[in-house]
């Protein structure tokens, strides 16, 4: 037999050289825009066959449409996600997206990927993004972008588009999710590339290419809905020192007229993932549904914030998140008891670091993977009940339980000695200040 050394150094150079070349391949398709001529003699950006549209049904997303055709000379597949965004988003769909030009709509139910396998591990590793926000946006993008890959595959095509604007995050999240799980497929993004500038030339465009205009009345917030939450951006938000106005909200009661009695909710939890409200088992889904009517009644989980958008500029935005305001005051609650100090301390430090990740798309990087693995791990005993009394906007704990709990009434109680010998205090009190008091006989 030949050495493996001798193997590697013979072999190893055209696995080399057949890895540079695929990526070669890749970066050369990023750079590629030699235009090309359609079967009618108009010149094409650059030759698509096939291109799967992340698909609202809104005026935006409708002229992307014909305009895909127009400028790429391809067929335009529609994509949608219901990612709990509600039913009236969802109506007639199919009958908007053929009449604007695509040849089909694909719609997929991903309310339980949503909660299950992004919600509920940013949940378990204590997410939130500069203080206050619960990443409700942040989390779906990648959800939605990764179902899009799979329709490309399905369908056979070769490039996927989004309505991003060239100003936002979203942009980020969804073409860094088709570069981890796709590379090769081809990138659209019409608001980078054509001179549509507001609602008046979109409307205009749609008219010229027979798109039928949606008549719903538009709303003066740029919002975002799905099931974690309700985002609000735009209009008076705009400008910091206004209050925004109570109208706007949708999700949520003002906390003033919320019920004057208080509800109480007992949350069961199983290796740091709620599992059960009130006693009964219920789906990821099913149990964020619930906790959102519960809280929205009482007005929990508005948060008015400020935020550093990945692009570089500030924004300013509004959100409702009150089943997902509820679920993190319990899983937090829960922690007090199974983890220990320096655990933590650690957790907290990380979830900082993970929440960046999940703001700036990289659900998908090997590192977010990697820290997922360490908060599954050290969550492992965080399992047990947690009661929350919900009372106009506020939600304060008044119960935890577990098997796991590192809390001894036994040692912690101040009727007890049998452990705890409170005359060892003084030793340990004189070692832990031994640097102050070396200290403060220098200064002396």
Not at 5 to 16: C, D, Q, R, V
């Amino acid at each position: 037999m030949e050495p493996k050394g001798l193997f590697l150094l013979i072999y190893a150079p055209s696995l080399l050289l057949k890895k540079s070349a695929a990526i070669q391949a890749v970066l050369t398709g990023d750079k590629e825009t030699e235009a090309s001529s359609s079967e009618d003699g108009r010149v094409l950006r650059k030759k698509i066959n096939k291109v799967v549209l992340a698909y609202s049904g809104g005026l935006d997303t409708s002229i992307v449409v014909p305009w895909l055709r127009e400028n790429y000379g391809c067929d335009v597949v529609c994509f949608t996600a219901d990612v709990g965004q509600g039913s009236i988003e969802l109506e007639g769909l199919e009958q908007k997206a053929k009449a604007s030009g695509a040849s089909q709509l694909v719609v997929k139910d991903l309310k339980e990927e949503f909660v299950r396998d992004y919600i509920f591990p940013c949940l378990r590793a204590g997410a939130i993004y500069e203080r206050k926000y619960l990443l409700g946006t942040s989390m779906a993008r990648p959800v939605i972008a990764k179902a899009m890959v799979d329709v490309a595959r399905e369908v056979g095509a070769d490039a996927v588009s989004h309505g991003c604007t060239g100003k936002g995050n979203d942009q980020v999240r969804f073409e860094l999710t088709f570069f981890a799980l796709n590379p090769e497929l081809n990138v659209v993004a019409p608001w980078r590339e054509w001179e549509i500038r507001g609602r008046e030339d979109a409307i205009e465009y749609a008219k010229k290419h027979n798109v039928p205009v949606p008549v719903t009345k538009k709303s003066i917030y740029s919002r975002d809905r799905n099931l974690w939450h309700l985002s609000h951006e735009g209009d008076i938000l705009e400008d910091p020192a206004n209050e925004p106005k109570e109208d706007m909200y949708m999700m949520s009661v003002n906390p003033e007229d919320a019920p004057n009695q208080p509800e109480y909710v007992e949350i069961g939890i199983v290796s740091g993932l709620p599992v059960s409200l009130n006693g009964k088992e219920l789906s990821p889904a099913s149990l964020l549904s619930e906790l959102n009517e519960i809280g929205g009644r009482h007005g929990i989980g508005r948060v008015d914030m400020v935020e550093n958008r990945l692009v570089g500029m500030k924004s300013r935005g509004v959100y409702e998140t009150p089943g997902g305001t509820i679920l993190f005051t319990a899983v937090r609650e829960l922690e007090s008891l199974t983890l220990d100090r320096e655990t933590i301390q650690v957790k907290d430090s990380l979830a900082l670091k993970y929440a960046e990740l999940v703001y700036a798309g990289r659900w998908f990087d090997p590192l977010r993977e990697s820290m997922d693995a360490f908060m599954e791990k050290i969550t492992a005993t965080t399992t047990g009940s947690v009661t929350l009394k919900l009372y106009k906007g506020s939600v304060t704990v008044t119960g935890r339980t577990s098997p796991y709990s590192l809390y001894r009434q036994d040692i912690s109680s101040f009727e007890s000695g049998q452990i705890y010998d409170q005359a060892d205090a003084a030793g340990f009190i004189r070692l832990y200040g031994l640097p102050m008091r070396v200290r403060a006989m220098l200064e002396n």
